[in-house]
């Protein structure tokens, strides 16, 4: 647009002027505008020649500015047509990305929800299996109660369903993990224990199993005596008993598994810490091994595998490996063993003494001693009173936290040796009562030992009756053996 409006001044203002100039001179007459329209009136000729260039001028600004600005407009229009055709490509490949990302979460959706179906199937012949045992021993006792009684056939008949229920608890209790690691809700704890006791106390639960089958059970530990962490002691029990729970199922008899405990690095009150379960059984393929911690998934399409399980026991295990910020992996060989190891960081610990893990508890002697149990299920009261019989302590029943409340203001000082106190109760729940025997006036309200006896298991429920006012928290279905530890702890005579 400059250069057109170059020519126009030229051509409109400095030729006219030139021509002007020889004009005057060639005729010779001074500058003027009379003696110019005299010069132009005696020669029309020149008149023309000298107007022409003004008026090709005029053209030459408005008509080439025109041009340039209908071309820079035309520029202006391709560069919004790229633009344009540039942005409907981008689209079009995001709409093909964004397809292909459903066609693949289709299939993801269609795979999960047929290894779920096949999960639950497999759930629901978990479940039905120690089910099926329990009710069936218990008909089978039943059975044996008609004259001449076996006695030795109703023991068996016991000692089976007493087995199948605790398969069955641990199986609800890996479901209820598995729930509170979906939600986010499974908190870590930050326990201080000493490695090797805690290595220990693992083997002393898993030998039992490993006699049945004639295995032989190692603990191997480097760098751990002596050393005391801090972490969540219960979930990190929890994965080695899974992990070497599966060695023991598929490791033959006379076979070998080793539970490893090995420092690898100690600095700035960090411990690196690899762990291991390594065992001599049959082995995993290759192809096996990338769907041991998938969801839902369990290795299959082989009878050597088929023996029982749900597969959660694996995901629980990572999931609790993850949230100690470590990564839990496998090596395998057919026919040679496994290998299940991780390494994660552990805060290190000031030396402590620790318990000594107590294997079997006697039966204390509680005669002269009371106890108020509060539960408003019928069943649950008759369960704690014959457990407790040989005890010859003291029970009273209440059957809901206000009765309760009310039975435990009206006794006289030291009446009451402990209170075992369920949780869901009506009228008034058992956190409530707890809040409110504390706040007595009563002698006895600030030190009573009040043991939360409940179904609610999880270790939030622990901490929350501790926070209500609770010593100590005892789950439905009732451990006895952890029972008759916290009546000896409370109650036992020294």
Not at 206 to 214: G, I, N, S
Not at 310 to 332: H, Y
Not at 408 to 435: C, I, N, W
Not at 452 to 480: F, Q, V
Request: contains cysteine; charged residues 20%.
């Amino acid at each position: 647009m400059l250069c057109y409006t170059m020519y126009g001044i030229f051509f409109g203002f400095c030729f006219p002027l030139l021509a002007w100039a020889f004009d005057f001179w060639y005729h010779g007459y001074s500058p003027s505008w009379d003696n110019l329209g005299a010069i132009h009136r005696n020669n029309p000729m020149l008149y023309m020649i000298d107007t022409a260039p003004l008026f090709l001028g005029i053209f030459a600004f408005v008509a080439g500015r025109h041009k340039a600005a209908t071309e820079r407009y035309s520029l202006q229009l391709q560069d919004m047509v790229l633009n344009l055709e540039h942005k409907v490509d981008e689209r079009t490949e995001e709409l093909r990305h964004a397809n292909t990302q459903l066609e693949e979460s289709a299939n993801q959706a269609a795979a999960f929800a047929e290894s779920k179906a096949a999960f639950l199937a497999n759930m629901s012949h978990e479940i039905r299996t120690p089910l099926n045992a329990i009710i069936g021993m218990a008909t089978i006792a039943q059975k044996q109660l008609v004259p001449p009684v076996d006695t030795a056939r109703i023991g068996q008949s016991i000692r089976q369903i007493l087995t199948s229920s605790d398969h069955l608890l641990r199986l609800i209790n890996n479901i209820l993990d598995l729930s509170k690691l979906d939600a986010g809700e499974l908190t870590l704890a930050e326990d201080a224990f000493g490695l090797t006791s805690m290595l220990e106390e693992a083997g002393l639960m898993l030998l039992p199993r490993c006699q049945e089958k004639r295995i032989h059970f190692v603990v191997e530990t480097e760098g751990c005596d002596g050393l005391y962490v801090r972490s969540d002691r219960l979930r990190l029990t929890q994965v080695f008993i899974n992990l070497a729970g599966n060695a023991i199922k598929f490791t033959p008899e006379g076979g070998t598994i080793h539970l490893m405990a090995r420092v690898l690095h100690l600095l700035e009150g960090q411990a690196q810490v690899y762990f291991a379960v390594r065992d001599s059984g049959i082995g995993i393929s290759e192809d096996n091994i990338k769907q041991l911690f998938q969801r839902f998934k369990q290795v299959q399409n082989d009878p050597v595998y088929n023996v029982g399980g749900t597969g959660l026991g694996l995901t629980i295990s990572q999931r609790i490996i993850e949230l100690l910020g470590g990564k839990i992996e496998a090596s395998s060989k057919v026919g040679q063993g496994s290998t299940f190891f991780f390494t994660i960081p552990l805060e290190v610990a000031e030396a402590m003494h620790e318990e000594t893990v107590v294997a079997e508890v006697g039966t204390p002697d509680l005669h002269g001693k009371r106890i108020l149990l509060a539960d408003d299920v019928e069943v649950n009261r008759l369960i704690v009173e014959e457990l407790l019989a040989d005890t010859g302590v003291t029970l009273e029943m209440a059957e809901d936290g206000k009765q309760a409340l009310h039975m435990f203001e009206q006794s006289a000082p030291g009446y009451y040796d402990l209170v075992f106190m369920d949780v869901q109760m009506p009228h008034m729940d058992g956190y409530e009562a707890t809040r409110c025997i504390r706040a007595l006036s009563h002698p006895d309200a600030e030190n009573v030992p009040i043991i939360a006896m409940t179904a609610n298991a999880m270790r939030e429920d622990a901490l929350k009756a501790e926070t209500s006012g609770m010593n100590g928290h005892l789950s439905k279905p009732i451990d006895y053996p952890a029972m008759l530890a916290l009546l000896q702890r409370y109650l036992g005579k020294k």
